[in-house]
Antibody, heavy 116, light 106 residues
Framework: QVHLVESGGGLVKPGESLRLSCVAS????????MTWMRQAPGEGLEWVSF????????DYADSVKGRFTVSRDNAKSSLFLQMKNLRPDDTAVYYC?????????WGQGNLVTVSA | IQLTQFPSSLSASVGDRVTITCRAS??????LAWYQQKPGKAPNLLIY???ILQSGVPSRFSGSGSETDFTLTISSLQPEDFATYYC?????????FGPGTKVDIK
């Protein structure tokens, strides 16, 4: 069964850093592009970042460019999102998902709260 | 690419036919997906390539459209369909989402 399990969220202060992880199971991880999305409390979905299957191609939303870095470890079927210089408007549930276009499997979501 | 959805919310009864529209700010061919999200849960893929039903999704869901205008139709609304629906364009980065349409019980 295809599964994505996220971890690493929590409460941080503005300007601090956090690293999210997403571990995949049930499929050949290195065959798939992967994507991060987020959803602020009570708001809609926001696309955050994308990484190709090899990790060589990445892209970011303008709102996080220069502060967030996506990476993957195919040997460990793991996806990461390194978040630096966090701001209160980064507060959201962060989801990892399988795919680079339509997203057919999503993780359970991981809450990141940025507050003084 | 900007996506707009309408209506932003609607009230409907079980058995109703429901149509949600998504409009793109530029031609995206058929590079569009639809998702359903229930409170506290991750979104679930319903439709991709504008009209292809994702495996396991009930056939009462259908999608149509191309270029800039797209629709998601639920032919006969069921109790488990009360949720928020999002469109997403898959043509270019960033892969923007529409603002969502909330479907609740009349």
């Amino acid at each position: 069964q295809v599964h994505l399990v996220e971890s690493g969220g929590g409460l941080v202060k503005p300007g601090e850093s956090l690293r999210l992880s997403c571990v995949a199971s049930g499929f050949i991880f290195n065959d798939y592009y992967m994507t991060w999305m987020r959803q602020a409390p009570g708001e809609g979905l926001e696309w955050v970042s994308f990484i190709s299957s090899s990790g060589q191609t990445v892209d970011y939303a303008d709102s996080v460019k220069g502060r967030f870095t996506v990476s993957r470890d195919n040997a460990k079927s793991s996806l990461f999102l390194q978040m630096k210089n966090l701001r209160p408007d980064d507060t959201a549930v962060y989801y990892c998902a399988r795919g680079g276009a339509h997203l057919d499997t999503w993780g359970q979501g991981n809450l990141v709260t940025v507050s003084a | 690419i900007q996506l707009t959805q309408f209506p932003s919310s609607l009230s409907a009864s079980v058995g109703d036919r429901v149509t949600i529209t998504c409009r793109a700010s530029q031609d995206i061919a058929t590079y569009l997906a639809w998702y359903q999200q229930k409170p506290g849960k991750a979104p679930n893929l319903l439709i991709y390539a504008a009209s292809i039903l994702q495996s396991g999704v009930p056939s009462r869901f259908s999608g149509s459209g191309s270029e800039t205008d797209f629709t998601l139709t639920i032919s006969s609304l069921q109790p488990e369909d009360f949720a928020t629906y999002y469109c997403q364009q898959l043509d270019r980065f960033p892969r923007t989402f529409g603002p969502g349409t909330k479907v609740d019980i009349k």
